[in-house]
């Protein structure tokens, strides 16, 4: 947008002035660059209100707008001196601008910013120069924005001075509660002390003639980095995976002080992903929102997305029951009934944030409850 006593060339879009991305139509403004001894701030700052309301206005998905950021960048090599009033042209500079921010604010827009750059090499007196920086620095103050002088173009660095992220608006798509130490039955809940993903029944008394006993105040009885429970899953029946007998599977993952890593945080070491196929770099591998850890205890598959699945037939998708903490893989109407998870979320609506460079933020607030956890009393003083 090129201004003196008025804006006299502007980028167009579909007919419109204002935003465009078509560097012919920026070049072709940028080629009519001149110099004049007239200079109006109030009436280029009304036709920015205008064009940037317009871009609102004209926006399909108004959802968007939080995912919106508007930068202005105002040059000037002079004051204001285009009086249209008896009110002092600096409050009227000021009214504009904050008119400018209030608007972008009731409208939802992500982050606006108002920047000014003065070119600091017009003659001028020592008054009007300093009254220039003075207006300009209050103005980029008020649009949260930054001030900077220059001597000539070449010596503008936007990248170092202009933020152009760009402020993504999150919201609450998966939430989920889990107690490891508590297995969900079919008709009732199951104590499991070490957290393991196998009740403390099981690992005293395992349903399977070829599986042994394991210490239900170990999550590894062996220490070997396999958890008891990743080795009876991913044993191929022959016993080459023993929960009891030591083996040399994650000798290798093994750190100096003794314990596995788990890069991800996921409640599954790299050795454990390792052997179950997941993304040791990444808490989801499916993207489905239930860590891998989880996935793998609950019975569902942390490499297939469970949005959709119902492996019980139960008419509950295996996702909606992990995260109420009932059985998937059996239909449990007295689990369910009794003992599923109650999530009560609350959305508090859009939240202006100031960020730390004085640019305002739209941020969406949750508030949320999860109710019904139970917590029961496993073997000796374990805390999960």
């Known amino acids: 947008m090129l201004w003196n006593q008025s804006v ?62 508007y930068i202005v960048i105002f040059f000037s090599d002079g004051l204001d001196n285009v009086p249209n009033s008896d009110q002092p042209r600096v409050n009227q500079t000021i009214n504009a601008i904050e008119e400018l921010v209030d608007m972008t604010v009731e409208a939802g827009v992500g982050s606006f910013a108002f920047h000014t750059f003065f070119l600091d090499g017009i003659e001028m007196s020592e008054d009007d120069h300093d009254d220039c920086v003075e207006i300009m620095q209050e103005m980029a103050e008020t649009g949260h924005g930054q001030f900077r002088t220059f001597q000539n173009a070449g010596t503008i660095d936007f990248i170092s001075i202009v933020d ?12 989920v509660a889990y107690n490891f130490n508590v297995v969900p039955g079919v008709d009732t809940l199951l104590i499991d ?52 007998v030591f083996n040399q599977v994650c000798t290798d993952y093994l750190l100096p002080d003794g314990t596995y890593p788990d890069r991800d945080y996921d409640g599954l070491n790299d050795c454990e992903e390792y052997w179950k196929g997941t993304n040791a770099f990444h808490p989801d591998t499916d993207y489905d929102g239930i860590p891998d850890s989880v996935e ?49 979320i609350v959305d ?34 374990y805390v999960g």
């Open 296 to 344: 793998f205890y609950a019975g569902t598959n942390p490499l297939e997305n469970n949005t959709e699945l119902d492996r019980d037939f139960d008419g509950d998708v295996d996702w909606f029951e992990v995260q109420r903490h009932t059985n998937v893989l059996a239909n449990d109407p007295k689990v369910r009934a009794r003992w599923s998870y109650n999530y009560d």
């Open 8 to 69: 006299f060339r502007t980028t167009y879009a579909d007919g419109d002035p204002g935003f465009t991305k078509d560097t012919n139509e920026i070049q072709s403004v940028l080629a009519n660059v001149n110099n004049t001894g007239t200079t109006d701030y109030v009436g280029t700052i009304d036709q920015i209100y205008r064009d940037i309301y317009r871009d609102i206005q004209n926006t399909d998905n108004h959802d968007s707008l939080v995912r919106t950021k």
């Open 164 to 175: 152009m992220r760009l402020t993504a608006e999150y919201e609450v798509k998966y939430l």
């Open 193 to 244: 002390s070490d957290g393991d993903g196998l009740s403390d029944a099981e690992e005293r008394h395992p349903t399977s003639a070829t599986w042994p006993a394991t210490d239900p105040m170990l999550a590894d009885t062996d220490g070997d980095g396999l958890s008891d429970f990743c080795e009876l899953k991913l044993d191929n029946g022959n016993r080459d995976l023993d929960p009891t």
């Open 348 to 381: 508090l609506g859009i939240d202006p944030q100031m960020m730390y460079d004085g640019a305002i933020a739209n941020m969406r607030r949750y508030d949320f409850n999860i109710s019904n956890i139970s917590v029961m009393n496993g073997l000796g003083s």
